[in-house]
């Protein structure tokens, strides 16, 4: 991969069918077929068990399935993924499937807030499934999804409380985590769907008080940051799933690159649309050469470090979106080039799946540390990789 990558020059061009940079082609509806055909193994294996697929370990062949409980914070990723797929293939079967794995987290929409990731578990699949159904079940869930996020919102730290179960045991009075900023969405799409109004407020605050405190000088961020309860003031930034405090854990980073893209496409603020491009850029310059980041940054052991594909789908998605809002034609042409790269390196033998099992990807990397999900198919990535080329074949029809 590194002998094709290195040849690569900053030159993508759009046509009808495929997107290229230099002489190398990019067939969106070839990598979005390969989905479908991964899709379908899966479905013929776990057919439609009431658990979700999380994660295919290295070594193994099947998914391993997780029950639906609250504290199962990737259970919409695998629902998301089929809606995605239904979108691009009208599929009935599809949709059938889609809607099973959907309906089986309502036990999860009627409980109070366990953390942060009502939006991953609720707005990608109920999220997905409202905007291709108009189903008007799905819509009120997500307003009272919206509704019980907000309550993990401290006005006086002006962000929303990540794990209210580390409060005690780390003593973090008030936590918030990268993560978070991709949960904003449902808020803002809640404000704007019938929900409360001050939803846009809360998520906005939310995105202005991590910008402040929880970014280094260069546009890296912190994990976790942690907040006093009685004035609001910051304690001190960490990291949980990167190698040090210090360090760019890669997929924290595109967390942010996602979180701050969409909170511009939301806001219209330029202050996030030059923030989105700070945290991007320091991402972007040290990237390894087929644009697949290292587990972190900044591990001791690189080149020797696993790398994690699911950063590199989370990116390359939200690169996409981030090339379409630029207001700097260099900046826009920069994005989609490196979006374009990392979608060529994911569906490359290197991290792709293929025969090896039914996931889309090989190669990410849950939590290091703990030693969990190293080298492994997740469903996260998976998700986001159809979902990057879901928006690149829309944008080339438009």
């Given amino acids: ?65 997780v029950p639906v409980r609250i504290e199962e914070w990737t259970a919409g990723f695998w629902p998301g993924i089929l809606w995605y797929d239904y979108e691009n293939t009208k599929s009935e079967e599809v949709l059938d499937a889609a809607r099973h794995y959907t309906d089986i987290l309502e036990p999860l929409t009627t409980l109070p807030a366990y953390d942060h990731d009502l939006g991953f578990q609720l707005f990608c699949s109920y ?6 159904t108009g189903d008007e079940k799905y819509k009120q869930i997500i307003l009272n999804a919206a509704d019980t996020l907000a309550t993990l919102f401290n006005p006086r730290a002006g962000t929303i409380l990540s794990w209210p179960r580390e409060v005690e045991p780390n003593n973090w009075p008030h936590n918030t985590i990268m993560d978070n ?22 998520a906005t605050k939310h995105a202005e008080t991590t910008m402040k405190y929880q970014f280094r000088e260069d546009g890296s961020n912190y994990h976790v940051v942690v907040y006093d309860t009685i004035d609001g003031h910051f304690i001190k930034g960490i990291t949980h799933q990167g190698y040090a405090d210090e360090t760019m854990w890669a997929r924290g980073q595109a967390w942010a690159i996602y979180g701050y893209t969409m909170v511009y496409r939301e806001t219209r603020d330029k202050k996030f649309l030059r923030f989105a491009e700070k945290v991007t850029d320091v991402y972007l310059k040290r990237l390894p050469e087929d ?6 940054f900044d ?19 939200a690169l996409i979106e981030l090339a379409q809002l630029e207001d700097t034609p260099a900046k826009a042409k920069e994005y989609r080039d490196a979006a374009l790269k990392m979608l060529m390196s994911l569906s490359s033998p290197e991290y792709r799946s293929g025969e090896t099992n039914s996931a889309f990807l090989l190669r990410s990397v849950g939590h290091k540390p703990n030693g969990s999900e190293v080298n492994a198919s997740i469903n996260y990535a998976d998700y986001y990789y159809i979902e990057a080329l879901t928006r690149l074949k829309k944008w080339m029809k438009d």
């Fill in 299 to 317: 591990a001791p052991n690189i080149p020797d470090e696993p790398k994690d594909a699911s950063a590199a789908a989370i990116t390359a998605s």
């Fill in 1 to 65: 991969m590194k002998n094709v990558m290195s040849g690569l020059v900053m030159a993508i061009s759009f046509c009808a069918c495929t997107p290229k940079v230099a002489n190398h082609t990019f067939d969106v509806d070839s990598e979005l077929n390969y989905c479908k055909r991964q899709i379908n193994k899966s479905l013929s294996r776990i057919g439609d068990s009431t658990m979700m697929p999380r994660n295919i370990l290295s070594g193994q062949s099947d998914w391993n399935l």
């Fill in 291 to 296: 644009y697949v980041p290292y587990w972190d």
């Fill in 181 to 202: 900023m991709l949960n904003l969405e449902m808020l803002y799409w809640a404000a704007a769907n019938g929900g409360n109004k001050e939803l846009y407020d809360i």
């Fill in 127 to 132: 999220g997905n499934g409202y905007r291709l």
